[in-house]
Structure formats: structure tokens, C-alpha cells
């Protein structure tokens, strides 16, 4: 694995977030019928915290995001991307190995949505998630503090 690192995301973040999102979402949201590349960045641009987002780095350089954004009953995971090259490396896991275990200190439940037959489903079941419901689009998903 990589030697990787996470620092506070800025606003000057957004636009590097946006077209990493593009790039990674591309192939499912194709194979569903729904890539617009001007709406998948916009919604990016339009749902970006960075009170609640990290950068990932590898090398100092950029390498991906992950916001974990808190909420009534739970805290949601949303915008976890990593840069193509690097998926499959460790990398995602150890990012996300790493946020899960501040939300079980805290004993905090963990919600999430992935793409109907993204590969990103196993990662998330390998780290405790189950899906709670789903529709043609999205499958929605949980985990409970360890």
C-alpha cells in the first residue's frame, strides 16, 4: 500500500473533488443510463462541505476524498474517491478502517449510498456495511458501531 495521508479539505478543493467524481462515477452511471458530466460535477460543487471533507494524499499530492457528514441518527459517508490508479491498493480500506474506528468510539451508526453494481459495494460490505434498502439506482446502506 501506498503511503498516504488525509489533511481538512478547503474550499478551494471543489473543483479537483468535482472532476475526480466525474472520472470514477463515469462507468456506472453510464451503465445506468444516467451520466451527464455537467450534472455530476454540479452536484458535486452543490453538496461539497469542506467542514466535513478531507483530502486524501498520496505523496503530497492529491489522491482522492472522503466527507463523513454528521446528521440526526447517524453520521453519512458521502464523496469517498479515490483516483483510478490507486483503487484496489489499500488505500480505501485504510481511509475508511480509519474513519469507522472514530465513529465507533463515538457510537455512531454510519449510512451510506452506492451505484447499483458499483464494485465500491464489496469494499463498504468488507468493512461491516448491509445494505437496508434499495431502489433502481442506488443501494442504500448501514453499519453499527463495533
Known amino acids: ?5 488525509m ?3 478547503q474550499a478551494s478543493d471543489v473543483e479537483a473533488v468535482a472532476e475526480l467524481r466525474a472520472v470514477v462515477l463515469r462507468a456506472d452511471l453510464e451503465r445506468l443510463g444516467r451520466y451527464d458530466g455537467q450534472r455530476v460535477r454540479q452536484r458535486l460543487r452543490d453538496g461539497f462541505d469542506p467542514a466535513h471533507t ?5 505523496g503530497g499530492a492529491f489522491a482522492g476524498c472522503v466527507a463523513l457528514r454528521p446528521a440526526e441518527d447517524a453520521h453519512w459517508l458521502e464523496h469517498f474517491y479515490l483516483v483510478p490508479h490507486l483503487q484496489g491498493s489499500g488505500i480505501g480500506s485504510g ?3 480509519r ?3 472514530r465513529c465507533d468510539r463515538r457510537g455512531v451508526l454510519v449510512r ?10 464489496r469494499l463498504y460490505e468488507r468493512h461491516g456495511f448491509s445494505a437496508e434498502s434499495e431502489d433502481r439506482v442506488d443501494v442504500f446502506m448501514v453499519r453499527k458501531p463495533d
Open 95 to 97: 481511509v475508511l478502517r
Open 112 to 121: 451510506l449510498n452506492v451505484l447499483q453494481g458499483s464494485a465500491a459495494r
Open 7 to 9: 489533511r481538512p479539505a
Open 99 to 101: 474513519l469507522l474506528e
Open 1 to 5: 500500500m501506498a503511503d498516504w495521508d
Open 54 to 58: 478531507w483530502v486524501i494524499e498520496v
